[in-house]
């Protein structure tokens, strides 16, 4: 089994800034398309940022200029910069792989659709 695990969160007071992490629990073999979305209080969770296993990136129009998405592809890990950080931007923010293929020793395993426990942003005004 593998999972994705999320590190980086906390609080922060408005203006500041965050680097969120995100890993695969054990190594893999490929992975597609990731992303990170985020979920506040009473709200639909939401895309923030995406990246390609090409390292196309795409953001919401809210987080653009202020957000950055990476990958390290060697490390199997995303990352999202977080700059000049608002009230709104606080959520759980969890990572999403579309689809990713590990080795279990004896045999290929695909795994579409894995999602990260979430890590808590809370921005302070």
């Known amino acids: 089994q593998v999972q994705l695990v999320e590190s980086g969160g906390g609080l922060v007071q408005t203006g500041g800034s965050l680097r969120l992490s995100c890993a695969t629990s054990r190594r893999i073999i490929s992975i597609n398309d990731m992303g990170w979305y985020r979920q506040a209080p009473g709200k639909q969770r939401e895309l923030v940022a995406a990246?390609?296993?090409?390292?196309?990136?795409n953001y919401a129009d809210s987080v653009k200029g202020r957000f950055t998405i990476s990958r390290d592809n060697a490390k199997n890990t995303i990352y999202l910069q977080m700059n000049s950080l608002k009230a709104e931007d606080t959520a759980v923010y969890y990572c999403?792989?579309?689809?990713?293929?590990?080795?279990?020793?004896?045999?290929?395993?695909?795994?579409?659709?894995?999602w990260g426990q979430g890590t808590q942003v809370t921005v302070s005004s």
């Open positions: 999403y792989a579309d689809w990713l293929r590990y080795s279990n020793g004896l045999s290929y395993r695909r795994v579409n659709d894995l």
């Open positions: 990246i390609t296993s090409g390292g196309h990136t």
